[in-house]
């Protein structure tokens, strides 16, 4: 369903020390995915990723089945995005803001 919260990524400028942490918190096991990236396998569904300039916070993702068409909806409500991203073997993502700047991120599922 469009809207919802399907995957979310927490920055740390120390991903052991992050996982860790959670690993505490929460129990939260994960595998790695690329340089520094690490998807949560028995949790929440998301990611602990390296904090760079781009990704200073946690950064939430919003399903939709055509993420074309809910970028053009995000500027014509006054907000921007970012070229979309195809992601393999997954779907494509396209990082926004609103038209009061919060960021957030949309998923559209590979069909």
């Given at each position: 369903?469009?809207g919802?919260v399907?995957?979310?990524?927490?920055?740390?400028?120390?991903t052991?020390r992050?996982?860790?942490?959670?690993?505490?918190?929460?129990?939260?096991?994960?595998?790695?995915?690329?340089?520094?990236?690490?998807?949560?396998?028995?949790?929440?569904?998301?990611?602990i990723?390296?904090?760079d300039?781009?990704l200073?916070?946690p950064?939430i993702?919003f399903?939709?089945?055509?993420?074309?068409?809910?970028?053009?909806?995000?500027?014509?409500?006054?907000?921007?995005?970012?070229d979309v991203q195809?992601?393999?073997?997954?779907g494509r993502?396209?990082?926004c803001?609103?038209?009061q700047?919060?960021?957030?991120?949309l998923y559209?599922p590979?069909?």
């Open positions: 369903m469009s919802q399907n995957w979310f990524e927490l920055p740390a400028e120390d052991a992050a996982r860790a942490f959670f690993a505490g918190v929460f129990g939260w096991e994960t595998s790695p995915m690329g340089e520094d990236y690490h998807v949560i396998t028995n949790g929440a569904a998301g990611a990723a390296a904090r300039d781009r200073t916070q950064r993702y399903h939709t089945s055509d993420i074309d068409a809910s970028l053009r909806k995000v500027a014509e409500l006054g907000g921007k995005g970012d195809t992601v393999p073997d997954a993502i396209a990082h803001w609103d038209d700047g919060t960021p957030f991120s559209e590979r069909s």
